[in-house]
């Protein structure tokens, strides 16, 4: 249950249990201390009457409250909630935590969203009791407090590195948001768990999400796809190369031995630390709330064995956007391990080679220009990869984590060569959209009949109806429920947690 649909009364209740669950979903603001907490600080529980509840941070620090010393809400997960949304608000939120309004000011977030940016800053406001300074100035305070407890880089780094424009600015606002000056909450550090890089240059910082947590299978997925060069991915690890506005990056997701996520990074310019931190968090869906999809497919007879053999399921993300649409139009109609391999020559063809290796997968403009020379296969499907390529190179086709859902699948239908499932596919990876189901997917609909639900399409799709607004999460239990097939192609079956080998959807 997100913010939004929650009562006073179930939201106190909450507090009142010290429920983990709804950390990051909303803060809790005390008129009679001043501060605000998230639901499980420890603190004794404030009267109802002195109580006010925000949907975000930025609420609680615009109406005069500073952040709890004690739990430090700002070290939650985020709010699923901009998932589960799909309205401005919540594209809104997905931008600020992407660095846009860093990036490009209020009016650059505005026109992203189709707004006047006082009609945006109205509408925000309005919705979540802060408007988009403020946001951004919270999710800055954010990223300084991770930096600031995760790292040893001098406080005017870390100032910068946040997106301060000044020193004092940064002290300023640290002093005003948490109650402590930067050099006091760095020393708080070794109460948070968090640890510095070993590594010079490199960042070492936890990510929190909320259990139960399916690392094994994110981790498997991603083993699954690895593009040699560009990704690595182990039992408990995962890392790549990536395009940042500051230049080449890298990063690294790893699971410790106490269940502790962590992100390692190197960055060519420290500003890029928190869209980095966002698409991450997006990639390994760590804002998802497992307990209410758990509870909601379990109730279901036919899903409770799946949710019950595979706790805390998660839908992978997208590192890129631009990047998942040539992903997924490559797959298209073939087996994960072909699909590789097109990828991999691809990415070795035309990606760009960093300083320690690596490779940068290519730029939709390289794919542009020379993917018809490097992909292989029938000749309308590699104009259709290299269209879409051209069209989000010139700006034809704009493609972001920020998209309404709608409009972004109109978009992609309207291009030649992409069909229902690579749009929605899409969708369903970039947006994090927790309500997409894919009814003519293969595995999808083997994984339905394995469960005892109807195999074929219509049915199925009628059928998984009845689990809005998680249908996302079905298709990812019934993917990892299809039983493992011998291919002739070798496809990597076994390590593939949830294989997408999608139907023929007409002309590609």
Not at 324 to 348: D, N, P, S, Y
């Amino acid at each position: 249950m997100t913010f939004s649909g929650m009562t006073f009364d179930e939201r106190y209740r909450a507090i009142d249990a010290r429920d983990v669950r709804f950390d990051g979903q909303f803060v809790t603001a005390v008129r009679s201390t001043g501060i605000y907490c998230r639901p499980s600080c420890p603190a004794r529980t404030p009267r109802p009457e002195n109580v006010t509840f925000y949907p975000t941070s930025a609420a609680a620090h615009e109406a005069g409250y500073r952040a709890c010393k004690r739990c430090l809400p700002e070290a939650a997960p985020g709010s699923p909630e901009w998932n589960v949304r799909g309205d401005v608000a919540a594209r809104a939120m997905r931008l600020i935590a992407d660095g846009v309004v860093e990036r490009e000011g209020v009016p650059g977030l505005a026109a992203r969203l189709g707004y006047s940016s006082r009609h945006l800053t109205r509408l925000l406001a309005a919705e979540l009791g802060a408007g988009p300074l403020a946001l951004a100035r919270a999710h800055r305070a954010h990223t300084a407090r991770m930096l600031l407890v995760g790292t040893d880089l001098p406080i005017s780094d870390v100032a910068f590195s946040a997106g301060f424009a000044s020193v004092r600015q940064f002290n300023d606002t640290v002093r005003e948001v948490f109650g402590l000056a930067p050099g006091e909450l760095r020393a708080r550090r070794h109460r948070t768990g968090s640890t510095s890089a070993e590594t010079p240059g490199e960042l070492d910082l936890l990510l929190p999400y909320r259990a139960p947590f399916d690392a094994d299978g994110l981790f498997a997925w991603m083993r699954a796809r690895a593009l040699p060069g560009v990704e690595e991915a182990g039992e408990r690890r995962f890392s790549r190369h990536l395009r940042l506005d500051g230049g080449p990056g890298w990063f690294e997701l790893r699971l410790d031995e106490n269940e502790r996520l962590h992100l390692r990074a190197r960055l060519t310019r420290l500003a890029d630390l928190a869209p980095l931190v966002a698409r991450a968090r997006r990639l390994f869906d760590l804002d998802a709330d497992p307990q209410a999809v758990d509870a909601a497919l379990a109730a279901h007879p036919a899903l409770r064995p799946l949710v019950e053999a595979t706790p805390g399921i998660r839908v992978p993300g997208a590192a890129d956007p631009h990047e998942m649409l040539i992903r997924a139009m490559i797959g298209q109609q073939i087996t994960v391990a072909a699909a590789r391999t097109a990828l991999t020559r691809l990415a070795e063809e035309l990606g760009e080679r960093t300083v320690d290796g690596g490779i940068l997968f290519p730029t939709v403009s390289a794919i542009a220009d020379r993917g018809a020379v490097v992909l292989r296969g029938p000749a309308a499907r590699i104009r259709a990869i290299t269209g879409a390529a051209a069209a989000l190179a010139d700006g034809s086709l704009m493609l972001t984590a920020g998209d309404d859902g709608r409009t972004q699948r109109e978009a992609l239908l309207a291009m030649p060569g992409i069909g229902p499932w690579t749009a929605d596919y899409v969708r369903m990876r970039v947006l994090g959209d927790p309500d997409v189901f894919l009814p003519g997917d293969v595995a999808a609909r083997a994984g339905a009949a394995g469960a005892g639900l109807p195999a074929e399409a219509a049915p199925l799709d009628a059928w998984a109806a009845r689990t809005a607004p998680w249908r996302s999460y079905l298709t990812a239990h019934l993917w990892r429920a299809a039983p493992v097939r011998p291919s002739r192609t070798r496809a990597v079956r076994s390590a593939d947690p949830s294989p997408t080998t999608p139907p023929k959807e007409g002309s590609r």
